[in-house]
């Protein structure tokens, strides 16, 4: 998976950086791992077994990443779920009927509604997780950004 081996890569890379660095307390600069999530991933949806439970694994094997890192290196490592975003997959998923997702009114409304969240506010929200400094991790690994239209 995608995940799995970017996950694996990028530990990888922060105990490189700490080896090369001589620094075997971990006492560098804290490294922040970031997976993608979705809402999806503590709720179940008909028709989306396997999306589900691929995204209730990232948050699990972000959990576990930052379990395993966190007396070896500076690991601070969040699962973020963006809200809904006008995506090509969206498109999809309100091209389909009830039969196929019996949840589709809900993501026509939001359509409807424009009640996205947009990429820019999205990414902010992963820029100050990555940027903030603080060790040990004081927020939860899993992140769930708030609805844009209602902060």
């Not at 503590?42 to 395993?68: F, I, Q």
């Amino acid at each position: 998976s995608g995940v799995f081996n970017g996950t694996k890569s990028f530990i990888n890379h922060v105990r490189q950086r700490q080896e090369d660095n001589g620094d075997s307390e971990g006492s560098t600069t804290p490294s922040t791992l970031v997976n993608i999530s979705s809402g999806a991933a503590l709720k179940p949806y008909a028709g989306w077994g396997a999306y589900c439970a691929s995204k209730a694994a990232v948050d699990r094997l972000t959990e576990c990443a930052l379990e395993e890192e966190k007396t070896s290196t500076k690991l601070r490592a969040y699962a973020v779920a963006p809200g809904v975003i006008d995506t090509d997959m969206q498109e999809m998923i309100r091209s389909s009927t009830e039969e196929q997702f019996p949840m589709v009114n809900k993501f026509v409304d939001i359509k409807e509604n424009g009640s996205f969240n947009t990429p820019p506010y999205v990414a902010q929200h992963i820029l100050n997780l990555a940027l903030d400094q603080t060790t040990p991790q004081t927020l939860p690994v899993v992140q769930r950004i708030p609805n844009e239209k209602h902060t």
